[in-house]
């Protein structure tokens, strides 16, 4: 059994990926080719987002959407404490300050009372000015961005959602990446909707942001190529894995999310009577990137990951480190209680095989082994 089979992915879209991929070679367009606006045409009017830029992968989204709002030295920005590294690496990145903000034990997601706080906090220390917060739709669940959108506007404050795991998840009939000011997406092979390599999105309304990150896009390009009125990065996504894209695009609409949402179900049928399974709140729509669960304990939880390793299942720990307690971060100063929903997460989080060629007697193999261990446990 595999974590996340995009071998199976393959076989089933071999022919037309097959025939896409020889295209493009026999074009030779490898960079910025047909496809590419394509795509991002294609993306843009699925999201429900005015644009959509297409970009080498999902850090130099972040990234570049921080570069255009001119996100620098002496600002903050709200991060959530449980997610991937690159949610507040591209902060530091810019020179600005990550601040690190709890999350809901339900939903994995950034904690709006606490992001409340952490704001009042920096407003009241005077170090630093609030200017952006940073929202990840973690494990394919979005974040709470009723609420998030409040906050933002009540403080000032620019949203970026970080939709890295989050393409193709809802909000009532609003899907991901068009929350916020702007969103970002991954197109790295293991998530969502992957490509065949690095790859990554934003997705906009403002005309004026749109033009400044295609400028910074192509080494802060002006009216051609040769002339450069910016500071910018050379962060294309290549014609190659547009092509890809596309084909593996059709298949994420046609089947794919629901085939992960229907495996969500099953797990969550056979488990939820012996272990914590992941909540979708009422009107959410989750892309499952992940299927987690909590376990009661650290002692608990790698147990159960040594077990089903001995039965040949696969299993990960996302995340077992929280963002404070990255070496990288620890300049910054923190108060450890201001973290324990990730520091318990840390600890007690599984996540589970899941991707939408999971067959049913594998889903039945991983709950009878998981029910197994915890009754004896
Ligand atoms: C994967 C991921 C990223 C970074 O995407 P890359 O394409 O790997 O650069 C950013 N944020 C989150 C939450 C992610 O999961």
Same mark, same amino acid.
């Given at each position: 059994m595999e974590f996340r089979d995009l071998k199976a992915q393959y076989v089933a879209l071999k022919d037309k990926i097959d025939e896409a991929m020889l295209k493009v070679a026999s074009q030779g367009n490898f960079i910025m080719g047909s496809q590419v606006a394509e795509l991002e045409k294609q993306l843009a009017e699925y999201v429900g987002a005015k644009h959509c830029i297409t970009c080498a992968n999902g850090t130099d989204a972040l990234s570049m959407v921080l570069m255009a709002w001119g996100i620098q030295e002496g600002d903050a920005v709200f991060v959530p404490d449980f997610t991937f590294f690159a949610s507040g690496e591209v902060v530091s990145f810019e020179g600005a300050s990550p601040v690190f903000v709890d999350v809901e034990e339900t939903t994995f997601n950034i904690s709006c009372e606490k992001l409340e706080q952490a704001i009042d906090r920096v407003k009241k220390e005077g170090v630093l000015t609030p200017k952006a917060i940073i929202a990840v739709d973690l494990f394919g669940l979005p974040a709470d961005f009723d609420k998030l959108q409040k906050i933002a506007e009540k403080h000032g404050l620019l949203l970026l959602e970080d939709g890295a795991q989050g393409f193709g998840g809802k909000i009532r009939d609003k899907r991901a990446c068009s929350f916020g000011d702007a969103a970002t997406t991954s197109f790295f092979p293991a998530k969502p909707l992957g490509c065949y390599g690095d790859g990554g999105a934003i997705f906009l309304n403002d005309d004026h942001t749109a033009e400044l990150i295609k400028s910074i896009r192509v080494h802060g390009k002006g009216s051609f190529k040769y002339d450069n009125i910016r500071i910018g990065m050379n962060s294309r996504l290549d014609t190659l894995q547009a092509a890809i894209l596309q084909l593996k695009f059709e298949a994420f609409k046609d089947y794919e999310l629901?085939?992960?949402?229907?495996?969500?179900? &099953?797990?969550?049928?056979? $488990? !939820? @009577?012996?272990? +914590?399974?992941?909540?979708? /709140?009422?009107?959410? =729509?989750?892309?499952?990137?992940?299927?987690?669960?909590?376990?009661?304990?650290? &002692?608990?939880?790698?147990? $159960? !990951? @040594?077990?089903? +390793?001995?039965?040949?299942? /696969?299993?990960?720990? =996302?995340?077992?480190?929280?963002?404070?307690?990255?070496?990288?971060?620890?300049?910054?100063?923190?108060?450890?209680?201001?973290?324990?929903?990730?520091?318990r997460l840390c600890d007690c989080v599984i996540s589970l095989p899941m991707h939408p060629y999971l067959k049913q007697e594998d889903i039945d193999l991983v709950c009878t082994e998981v029910k197994n261990y915890l009754l004896n446990y």
């Amino acid at each position: 059994m595999e974590f996340r089979d995009l071998k199976a992915q393959y076989v089933a879209l071999k022919d037309k990926i097959d025939e896409a991929m020889l295209k493009v070679a026999s074009q030779g367009n490898f960079i910025m080719g047909s496809q590419v606006a394509e795509l991002e045409k294609q993306l843009a009017e699925y999201v429900g987002a005015k644009h959509c830029i297409t970009c080498a992968n999902g850090t130099d989204a972040l990234s570049m959407v921080l570069m255009a709002w001119g996100i620098q030295e002496g600002d903050a920005v709200f991060v959530p404490d449980f997610t991937f590294f690159a949610s507040g690496e591209v902060v530091s990145f810019e020179g600005a300050s990550p601040v690190f903000v709890d999350v809901e034990e339900t939903t994995f997601n950034i904690s709006c009372e606490k992001l409340e706080q952490a704001i009042d906090r920096v407003k009241k220390e005077g170090v630093l000015t609030p200017k952006a917060i940073i929202a990840v739709d973690l494990f394919g669940l979005p974040a709470d961005f009723d609420k998030l959108q409040k906050i933002a506007e009540k403080h000032g404050l620019l949203l970026l959602e970080d939709g890295a795991q989050g393409f193709g998840g809802k909000i009532r009939d609003k899907r991901a990446c068009s929350f916020g000011d702007a969103a970002t997406t991954s197109f790295f092979p293991a998530k969502p909707l992957g490509c065949y390599g690095d790859g990554g999105a934003i997705f906009l309304n403002d005309d004026h942001t749109a033009e400044l990150i295609k400028s910074i896009r192509v080494h802060g390009k002006g009216s051609f190529k040769y002339d450069n009125i910016r500071i910018g990065m050379n962060s294309r996504l290549d014609t190659l894995q547009a092509a890809i894209l596309q084909l593996k695009f059709e298949a994420f609409k046609d089947y794919e999310l629901d085939a992960v949402n229907h495996a969500a179900q &099953e797990y969550s049928k056979q $488990l !939820q @009577s012996v272990v +914590k399974t992941p909540l979708v /709140p009422d009107g959410f =729509y989750s892309s499952w990137a992940q299927y987690t669960l909590i376990l009661k304990n650290k &002692e608990q939880r790698d147990g $159960l !990951q @040594s077990a089903l +390793k001995e039965k040949g299942i /696969p299993s990960m720990v =996302y995340y077992p480190k929280p963002m404070h307690k990255q070496e990288a971060f620890l300049d910054l100063s923190h108060h450890e209680q201001d973290f324990e929903t990730t520091s318990r997460l840390c600890d007690c989080v599984i996540s589970l095989p899941m991707h939408p060629y999971l067959k049913q007697e594998d889903i039945d193999l991983v709950c009878t082994e998981v029910k197994n261990y915890l009754l004896n446990y």
